[in-house]
């Protein structure tokens, strides 16, 4: 079949078929064919919210995923040694003691995150699935400072681009 008249089928395939050919051809780094495939795509005008909005919303959205995939993570790890402690095994005791430190961290970075960005950290973290009530502002005090800008910077790279 002639260039032409493959290109002719890509125009009657539907939005989704013609993404699922164009993963495919990235996949087998055919940039021929996944050039030909995103010609044929229908192109439409569309009356959108303001670019920065849209940025910023994406951006929030990845902060919450992000947030909320990292408390549930380190909260898991550490109930798990919290419990082989209770089982008494001592050895898990220093695993246990180095994921609260990474929860108390965690914690202090959102709220200095939203505090920058000026977003009400409870919205994030009702977003995110996860207690307000769990860490009192006085035990932030206690959050190791590089394992708080780790994630600073994590969560500003998120936002920030």
Request: glycine share 4%; proline share 4%; net charge negative.
């Amino acid at each position: 079949m002639k260039p032409a008249q493959v290109n002719k089928l890509y125009a009657k395939l539907t939005p989704h078929e013609q993404a699922a050919l164009v993963t495919e051809a990235a996949a087998r780094l055919d940039e021929s064919e996944a050039d030909a495939i995103m010609e044929q795509v229908e192109r439409k005008h569309y009356i959108a919210t303001h670019a920065d909005y849209t940025r910023r919303i994406h951006a929030l959205t990845a902060l919450v995923g992000q947030y909320g995939i990292e408390y549930w993570k380190n909260r898991t790890l550490m109930l798990i040694a919290c419990d082989y402690v209770d089982q008494g095994k001592q050895e898990a005791e220093a695993p246990a003691l180095r994921f609260l430190a990474k929860c108390l961290a965690l914690e202090s970075a959102i709220v200095e995150v939203c505090n920058r960005l000026k977003v009400d950290v409870k919205a994030i973290k009702t977003m995110a699935g996860c207690p307000d009530d769990d860490v009192k502002p006085e035990e932030l005090e206690n959050a190791t400072p590089d394992l708080v800008k780790q994630y600073v910077e994590m969560f500003s790279r998120l936002v920030n681009g």
